[in-house]
């Protein structure tokens, strides 16, 4: 028997190539854009799997329009785009793709670090502007990182690894999370605090919890408020954990002293304010960008998608079914 998948977007042969070995139908939107509601909703349906990204919400109207829709592989760690209740009601497998991004994220976490704290992306601009007349006492001067103290939100796979990067910097480390990681703080000499302490206490402060209803603006206008004066927030979670139109305010008044941010409320929209400012660099939500992560990812979903039609189970299961 053969299936049919839809591809919502072209992802890497690596993946197609799983794909087609097994002879399945597969329908590849390879436009250079997202699919719209109607086109989602006329392509997926006579098919048993779809492969989904991050930008695509899958709910009930598109979970409806496939009935005989078995697997959702998302292209991505993250699935707060997808309906899992209702896929679950509905006997729809959900997969995703963790581990294999999580230093690709871990690393861009500390590029963003970097580049805030040290104002790489000013500078390069200022010497690319032709503005660079010589060595100057007080030329860009920036933040300090070694010894400062890292403060981490959402102590799963990505915040660990962002954490144990941390131990070459000489940092105080803290983290908040749902439950304790006793190994994490052994390995790392991390620190639990409550949220409120670490918003409080940290010069640097990381997200790294998935986007739910529970952290939907976690980092609400008070507790940005609350941050240590002169702290930077680093983002590549998922931007609705953050209130954007409060972090614009808390970044021109204080006490923030600047953002790094891959992740947007309104993504791919960005507040026009944060373009305007030169202590915040922004990026295009590019934290699991690298070729061979992204190779990964791809034969990920692929081996998701075929577990699923093949033998009822998947590799990387989001629900129970
Ligand atoms: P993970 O291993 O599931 O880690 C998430 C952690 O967040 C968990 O350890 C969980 O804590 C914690 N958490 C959940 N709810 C929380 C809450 N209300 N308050 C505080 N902590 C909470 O996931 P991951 O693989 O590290 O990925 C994390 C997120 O990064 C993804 O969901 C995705 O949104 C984002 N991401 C972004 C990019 C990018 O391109 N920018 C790339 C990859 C991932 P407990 O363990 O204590 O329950
Ligand atoms: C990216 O944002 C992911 O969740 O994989
Ligand atoms: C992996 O978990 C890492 O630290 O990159």
Redesign the pocket.
């Known amino acids: 028997m053969s299936f049919c998948v839809l591809i919502t977007r072209k992802i890497p042969d690596a993946g197609i190539k799983l794909l087609r070995e097994k002879g399945y139908k597969l329908i590849i939107n390879d436009q250079d854009r997202p699919l719209t509601r109607d086109e989602l909703k006329s392509m997926i349906r006579d098919c048993d799997g779809i492969i989904s990204l991050l930008s695509d919400t899958i709910n009930k109207e598109i979970m409806d329009a496939a009935p005989n829709l078995k697997v959702i592989a998302n292209y991505a760690v993250g699935y707060n785009n997808i309906d899992i209740e209702y896929a679950t009601q509905r006997g729809i497998r959900v997969t995703n793709t963790p581990?294999v991004l999580?230093?690709a994220t871990?690393?861009l976490a500390w590029a963003l670090l970097m580049a805030v704290s040290k104002r790489i992306v000013e500078a390069d601009a200022f010497v690319r502007a032709g503005k660079f007349k010589g060595w100057a006492p007080e030329l860009f001067l920036g933040n300090d990182v070694t010894g400062q103290t890292l403060g981490i939100i959402g102590a799963g796979?990505i915040g660990?690894?962002v954490g144990?990067?941390a131990k070459g910097f000489e940092m105080t480390l803290l983290y908040y999370s749902k439950s304790q990681k006793p190994d994490f703080e052994t390995e790392t000499g991390a620190r639990w605090v409550p949220l409120d302490e670490l918003l409080a206490s940290s010069d640097f402060v990381s997200l790294h919890c998935p986007l739910t209803e529970e952290t939907y603006h976690l980092l609400d206008e008070q507790r940005l408020k609350s941050m240590k004066k002169g702290s930077i927030l680093i983002n590549t979670a998922r931007g609705p954990v953050v209130d954007e139109k409060a972090l614009v305010q808390v970044l021109k008044h204080g006490p923030l002293a600047g953002a790094g941010l891959d992740v947007y409320e309104h993504e791919p929209q960005v507040h026009p304010e944060l373009l305007k400012m030169k202590n915040v660099v922004l990026l295009p939500h590019i934290g699991s960008a690298t070729t061979e992560t992204r190779n990964e990812m791809a034969r990920m979903v692929a081996r998701n998608i075929i577990a699923v039609l093949e033998q009822g189970k998947p590799v990387n299961p989001v629900n129970m079914v």
Do not use: H, I, K, S
Request: aromatic share 0%.
């Open positions: 581990d999580t230093p871990a690393d796979r660990q690894a144990r990067r």
